[in-house]
């Protein structure tokens, strides 16, 4: 059984960083794409960024270009997901997914393995 742990979240300021990290039991990810996802209460989940398997290809959803870096180290098996520039809009429960595949992806039905989330808060 591979479980996906995510770590990093918490409360913070509008216009704080965080940076969110995602590993897993087996090092499945290690030679596949992951993914972070959110979901906010009432909303359905929605797709954040993506890293292929050697993490030469990412991925990002609009609403976080330019302020969200996805990473990975595939040695340390760990893929980090560094948030700058928070708004109260980010706030919301931040998944890791793993996929069985070694591309890039956005649907969340490529993705087999999923942490239990972390919570980021951003206060205004």
């Known amino acids: 059984q591979v479980q996906v742990v995510e770590s990093g979240g918490g409360l913070v300021q509008a216009g704080a960083s965080l940076t969110l990290s995602c590993t897993d039991s087996?090092?499945?990810?290690?030679?596949?794409?992951v993914g972070w996802f959110r979901q906010a209460p009432g909303k359905e989940r929605e797709f954040v960024a993506g890293?292929?398997?050697?993490?030469?290809?990412?991925l990002y959803a609009d609403s976080v270009k330019g302020r969200f870096t996805i990473s990975r180290d595939r040695y340390k098996n760990t893929v980090s997901l560094q948030m700058n520039s928070l708004q109260p809009e980010d706030t919301a429960v931040y998944y890791c997914?793993?996929?069985?595949?070694?591309?890039?992806?956005?649907?969340?039905?490529?993705?087999?393995?999923w942490g239990k989330g972390t919570q980021v808060t951003v206060s205004s």
């Open positions: 890293v292929n398997w050697n993490g030469g290809t990412t």
């Open positions: 087996r090092r499945t990810s290690s030679n596949n794409g």
């Open positions: 997914a793993v996929a069985l595949r070694a591309s890039i992806s956005r649907t969340p039905t490529d993705f087999r393995y």
